[in-house]
């Protein structure tokens, strides 16, 4: 496993980095200006685990021609995205750094982090109920020094029958695929079950968590005559687009998925969050906090979900996409 780096880079690097879009060139255009009146330097501290930092380098590819040079690096051994902190906790980390902002890519990094200091502000790219995982006092007044983006609580399996239904009209039997592992997955299992009824489908559920079982839940579902497939959001699934999109298209599948990345890998739909705009967006609280603002009294920001389609893709499935699909798109790849 990779271990995860802190990493300091100057707040105008940090902010093109992160940004990767023409919006974070008005954020750094400012931060030009006031660096100039600036005696001491701002610096922001990203701690990326490897398992999300593989997020992050596929939806900001075209971030890799920047030339960002960290200010320093503390690779703490031992330490790892479910590993304790004891070891970084020994080399002072972002304390002994005098930090501005720690910037991390999810809630389970923000816990972490949070062994280390409460008093730094700490900016969340992504995190699921950080209320309920007892990160933040509420959403809309965060209180201590942790602020950033959460993702919806609501279930996206509803939308997804909806869409599977308007691209496959006459559609008879579902696949779903989902990674046992989740903590959620009987009541995952149970809802789909429920969709699938009221819409007079027939749901084949299979279980992958391991390249080996991925291509054995594919056998399943061609050899049980699905017609369309439903992939349940989870981070292996994430990591492994480029092969689910191959076997989709392999098993000549129509298939729906829960975040962006999977289309622009080749799969066909997808209906959920889109860690690029989160990431886009977190840009936006870490110039503010840089600003003066404190990150206890910075609300909490929801992305709402967004369909992405793969036209490329629906010619080679000899799919038509209703037009009244089309016009529910956010993102249309060709």
Known sequence: MTTPRLVVVQRREFLTHLGCAAASMSLLAASAVRAQQQARVRRVASFSPALVRLRSKASCRACASLDIRPAATITPSGASPTGDMRAFRRCGGFVRLQVDVIFVETSAA??????????????????????????VTSLTRPGGNVTGLAGSKESTLPKHFELLKAVVPNLARAGLLLNPEISDYTSVLADAGSLAQKAGVALISADAHNPDSLAEAFAQFSGQGVEALIVVDDAYFLNQRDELAGLALKHRLPSIFPKRDFVQAGGLMAYGENLTEFYRRAASFVDR?????????????????????NRKTARALGVT??????????????
């Open 289 to 309: 906090i840089l600003k003066g603002a404190k990150a206890g009294e910075l609300p909490i920001e929801r992305a709402p979900p967004q369909l992405a389609i």
């Open 110 to 135: 923000v816990d972490l982090v949070r062994q280390v200091t409460r008093t730094i502000p700490i900016v969340m790219g992504y995190s699921i109920d950080p209320v309920g995982g007892g990160l």
């Open 321 to 334: 996409i209703p037009p009244q699909v089309y016009a529910l798109a956010n993102d249309v790849i060709e």
